[in-house]
């Protein structure tokens, strides 16, 4: 069970990591479909997405201070899912994409939130390896 939940982490962090990092490697790309969404200063949203998710991925993958990490996940997933992904003004396959898109978001936000509920310090993490340190101290 710890080794799953481990390996879930990994994957579930890592796929926001990875976003986060795209966010800075593909910022002018993202800033101009941003635009065209009508975000205000795109470029600043973009980098500032960004953080939001590289460091949500990262503290999901490392067990240190997760509730941070899921915190700024799930701020990102509610103000952007809604913005980015607004199929219901959109028509044909333009509509079928930012759907699939908006559910995969409202998915991953409920996972982000279901971490809340798995009590800390998580095994396998930073912050169950400080305790152990600090307890034989």
């Keep these: 069970m710890a080794l799953a939940f481990l390996v879930g982490r990994m994957l579930f962090g890592g796929f926001f990591l990875f976003s986060g990092l795209n966010h800075f490697a593909s910022a002018a790309t993202m800033a101009q479909f941003a635009a065209a969404k009508g975000v ?7 980098i500032f997405t960004g953080c939001l998710l590289a460091f949500g991925g990262l503290s999901i993958m490392l ?72 307890s034989t101290v």
């Design 63 to 134: 067990g240190w201070r997760p509730e941070l990490g899921i915190a700024s996940l799930v701020f990102f997933l509610v103000l952007v899912t809604p913005a980015m992904h607004n199929f219901w003004d959109e028509a044909g396959a333009e509509r079928v994409n930012d759907m699939g898109n908006f559910l995969k978001n409202v998915a991953l936000c409920g996972g982000s939130l279901m971490l809340i509920a798995v009590p800390r310090p998580w095994i396998y993490s930073i912050e169950r390896a400080r305790r152990v340190r600090a």
């Design 40 to 46: 205000p200063y795109p470029e600043l949203g973009i």
